[in-house]
T-cell receptor, first 111, second 110 residues
Framework: ETGVTQSPTHLIKTRGQQVTLRCSSQ?????VSWYQQALGQGPQFIFQ???????GRGNFPPRFSGLQFPNYSSELNVNALELDDSALYLC??????????FGQGTRLTVV | QKEVEQDPGPLSVPEGAIVSLNCTYS??????FMWYRQYSRKGPELLMY????GNKEDGRFTAQVDKSSKYISLFIRDSQPSDSATYLC??????????FGQGTRLTINP
């Protein structure tokens, strides 16, 4: 186990709804990154937070937003859900830009 | 062209075989190279992490990096059924995001 925990593990939402996913980083880590993994694909970078500031963003629309809290836990918010948002959402934590350790993921299904 | 190319497989080998998994990349600025193992419906697990050309060994696993050819490999010796998983290569420029390959689905047959 990596010490990175994500909640919930599974989620079903309706198109157009909003969703919040949560990540608790490993103790001692100050950097959290979020990735989207479609079935049969490698993870795609959404954005990264370093010491509560956004520190890089991938090619995702503004309806994907995030937050990092003073305890370095993080949230991923997705507004106006689309069917193509169905995927495994992965959170990874690290100390600065050292090795990244992943949580078990949240599987989101949009119907 | 994708920054990181990985043969998606699937790859099926008998127990005890030596497995070779490979990735090529186009961005010469990549300096850190990783291999992750991902079991079905789980998050990726870090197997190997290296930042220099050459070989790094950890038990039955050997990671090889050839920066001049922009090519990395993971070798698994004495493969076991428990090694059956998807293997992801990942790499990054210093202080930037991880860029992943597509993943190779590996099955080890008893």
């Amino acid at each position: 186990e990596t010490g990175v925990t994500q909640s919930p593990t599974h989620l079903i939402k309706t198109r157009g709804q909003q969703v919040t996913l949560r990540c608790s980083s490993q103790s001692g880590h100050n950097t959290v990154s979020w990735y989207q993994q479609a079935l049969g694909q490698g993870p795609q970078f959404i954005f990264q937070y370093y010491r509560e500031e956004e520190n890089g963003r991938g090619n995702f629309p503004p309806r994907f937003s995030g937050l990092q809290f003073p305890n370095y836990s993080s949230e991923l918010n997705v507004n106006a859900l689309e069917l193509d948002d169905s995927a495994l959402y992965l959170c990874a934590s690290s100390f600065d830009w050292d090795e990244a350790f992943f949580g078990q993921g949240t599987r989101l299904t949009v119907v | 062209q994708k920054e990181v190319e990985q043969d998606p497989g699937p790859l099926s080998v008998p127990e005890g075989a030596i497995v070779s998994l490979n990735c090529t990349y186009s961005n010469s600025a990549f300096q850190y190279f990783m291999w992750y193992r991902q079991y079905s419906r789980k998050g990726p697990e870090l197997l190997m992490y290296t930042y220099s050309s050459g070989n790094k060994e950890d038990g039955r696993f050997t990671a090889q990096v050839d920066k001049s050819s922009k090519y990395i490999s993971l070798f698994i010796r004495d493969s076991q059924p428990s090694d059956s998983a998807t293997y992801l290569c990942a790499m990054r420029v210093p202080a930037q995001k991880l860029v992943f390959g597509q993943g190779t689905r590996l099955t080890i047959n008893p």
